[in-house]
């Protein structure tokens, strides 16, 4: 039975990457997370209060949903952002997206979410790359996002960034 997974981005060149790109990598060292996710799997994308550089203006949010469409593995070529170095990954199939720095702003779900036993430090357990949500969590995150969705080609090139990366 597939798992549904926080996909947590914390940069806005990985954003557009991985929107555009429909793919997903991890850095280095998280090669358990990265293993969590299998082929079929459902993913929520995640973007961090600093993921745009201003955390005091924007929130952590819920911008899509997407299917993992191939099996985590080991990049031929490393992808890097800025100074990280992310060395696996997968594919993605993007079903949805909201509009740029739109969306579900999670801390707004927190109380209601039993992956985050206390609410008041919840934020710890969104360092890192993925997170692993209960099956009630998920469907509530995908009833709560869904409102906000857009089709993909609607949405994608909003997501776009030029800034250089390689891989």
Known sequence: MPSTHLLIIGDR??????????????PVGRSTAARALEEGDEVFLYTTRGCFR??????????GRAV???????????VVFGERTFTEGCRLEVSGLAGFREGLVLRDLVPRLSVFP????W?????????TLPVADAGLVRAELEPSLL????????????APVSG
Request: charged fraction near 30%; charge should be positive.
């Open 13 to 26: 060149a990985a954003l557009s990457w991985v929107v555009t790109e429909q793919r997903m990598a991890f």
């Open 151 to 162: 089709p993909y080609d609607e949405a994608a090139e909003g997501y776009r960034w030029k």
């Open 123 to 131: 934020s710890v357990r969104m360092r890192r790359a993925s997170l």
């Open 54 to 63: 201003n955390p005091t203006r924007d929130l952590g949010r819920v911008i």
């Open 68 to 78: 993992v469409a191939s099996p985590v593995r080991v990049l031929d070529e490393p």
């Open 118 to 121: 206390d609410p008041a430090t």
